[in-house]
């Protein structure tokens, strides 16, 4: 009967959720120790120039490889080490090794890339975190101005109040605020003007919708006419076909990153497309 069905329903989920925090549990276990058994690294992904496919800067992307478990997708990991606190100090980890990274390829001529680094909500509340930025810019030997710190919008929005003071110091020291994946929190126009931001990276899933029709073009056109009345910067994320990419440099949209361009990659796979002018002809 209905009772009957009821509770098997019940325990079917409480298996479930029993099954999700083991999970969860061993994953945080593990990653305690990711990062001294050396199984964490970066991967780089290109930002072009709309226009010209002419790569300026990459992002930092965390990828995690564990012996047992596998490849872990950061879309798993990165909710348990921010849960757990663990973000700090990978996210110190990040950082610094995306700001070596950079410098071993200015020294190499590429001095107009930029570095984007994630950054997390918890990071970002850190009081120390100017702190922290300087003394990574310092160790690496990179002028501010060339690392961008990515926030995703509701990280950058909840307690702005809190963060001013953080802002502030970071704007002071040079390094540019980008706003990821934006249109998925809930920023305010209000609270996106005090926030003194470089850049706005439309998420993927506007880019990927658009190919659904005129309504879903005019939101991303209204995202970027936004961005251009503010004076920002407009990023769009997620690119994949060159359809996306034409309607985009239509709308004016400054920079594009995705699949279409290339996929986040090892340092070493990447380089050779950053010492080529123009690699990807939009
Ligand atoms: P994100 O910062 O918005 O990064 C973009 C994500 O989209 C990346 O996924 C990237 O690999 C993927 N992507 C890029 N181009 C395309 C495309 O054309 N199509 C599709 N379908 N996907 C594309 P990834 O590397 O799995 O990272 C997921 C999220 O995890 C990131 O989203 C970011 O929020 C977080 N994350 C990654 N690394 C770090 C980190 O070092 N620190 C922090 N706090 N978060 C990180
Ligand atoms: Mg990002
Ligand atoms: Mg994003
Ligand atoms: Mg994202």
Redesign the pocket.
Known sequence: GAKRQGRNTYRFFTSQMQAQSMRALELENALRRALEREQLC??Y?PQVDANTGKILGV?????WQHPKLGAV???EF?PI??SSGL?LP??QW?MAT?AQQLKAWRDKGLLHLTMS????AR?FHQPQLPDLVRQVLEQANIPAQVLEL?L?ESAAMSEVVAVEQTVAELQKLGVRLSI??FGTGYASLTQLKRLPTYKL?I??SF??DMDNGDADKAMVNAIVRMAQAMGLRITA????TQEQLKFLQALGCDEA????FS??RLPHELEPFLLQDSWKAC
């Open positions: 970066l991967h992904q992002e930092a992307l965390l990828r997708s950061p879309a990165i080490a921010e973000i990978i996210g990040v995306a680094v994630n950054l997390s990071q990515e995703t990821d994946d990276k998420d993927q880019v990927r994320e997620g690119v994949e990153q995705g699949y279409y996929r986040p």
